[in-house]
């Protein structure tokens, strides 16, 4: 079974203050691809980065980065110098690689609060 | 602009009675997805469907029913069997048999049992 946990339910920071939101999966397959997407108040969610379970490089797009470490099942997710445009629900996801395509299995999301 | 379109944004039901969401999607995938967002519970994924003619239940596909009648087209039936109907529905797709694309998700239909 595979499953994604996101401990943290809600943060707040205050507007150019560094975040971190956590991520842990669990997952018995040796292939497998872990998510990050946004969801703004306008319900949409939208895609922001994708990491497969061979390539442990941390990776690093403007303010946002990424940490995955195997070794312990986390795939974190830090914005730097938050702005209130960042102000969101985020959701980490995971998709095995079985046969045919695997739904993403999401955690249940942190909501973040930049306050400026 | 490609995309994926839910309709309707907003939808009130009574109880006891059925009703259908719409998702389109004019992207070619050959994948959509249905999930369910309640407050604190993440998404949940209630159907599937890989291919044309074909849709798999989810972890939650009790009270819904699906059909694939057309790439394009993978409405959702909410039916009264659905105990909590009340809650936010979204619609996804992404290319098929590749485990690693991403999904792509449409805004979103608000039901509403009144």
């Known amino acids: 079974a595979q499953k994604v946990t996101q401990a943290q339910t809600e943060i707040s920071v205050v507007e150019k203050e560094d975040v971190t939101l956590d991520c842990v999966y669990e997952?018995?397959?040796?292939?497998?691809?872990l998510f990050w997407y946004k969801q703004p108040p306008s319900g949409e969610l939208v895609f922001l980065i994708r990491?497969?379970?061979?390539?442990?490089q941390n990776e690093i797009s403007g303010r946002y980065s990424w940490n995955f470490q195997k070794s312990t099942s986390s795939f974190n997710f830090t914005i730097t110098a938050s702005q209130v445009v960042d102000s969101a629900v985020y959701f980490c996801?995971?998709?095995?690689?079985?046969?045919?395509?695997?739904?993403?299995?999401f955690g249940k999301g942190t909501r973040l609060s930049v306050i400026a | 602009d490609g995309g994926i379109t839910q309709s309707p944004k907003y939808l009130f039901r009574k109880e006891g009675q059925n009703v259908t969401l719409s998702c389109e999607q004019n992207?070619?995938?050959?994948?959509m997805y249905w999930y369910r967002q309640d407050p604190g519970q993440g998404l949940r994924l209630i159907y599937y469907?890989?291919?044309?003619?074909?849709?798999q239940k989810g972890d939650i596909a009790e009270g819904y029913s699906v059909s694939r009648e057309k790439k394009e087209s993978f409405p959702l039936t909410v039916t009264s069997a659905q105990k909590n109907p009340t809650a936010f529905y979204l619609c996804?797709?992404?290319?098929?048999?590749?485990?690693?694309?991403?999904?792509?998700f449409g805004q979103g239909t608000r039901l509403t049992v009144v």
């Open positions: 997952t018995r397959d040796t292939t497998y691809y």
């Open positions: 996804a797709s992404s290319r098929a048999g590749v485990a690693n694309t991403e999904a792509f």
């Open positions: 996801a995971l998709s095995a690689r079985n046969s045919g395509n695997t739904p993403l299995v």
């Open positions: 992207l070619n995938h050959d994948a």
């Open positions: 469907s890989q291919i044309v003619n074909d849709f």
């Open positions: 990491r497969n379970s061979f390539d442990e």
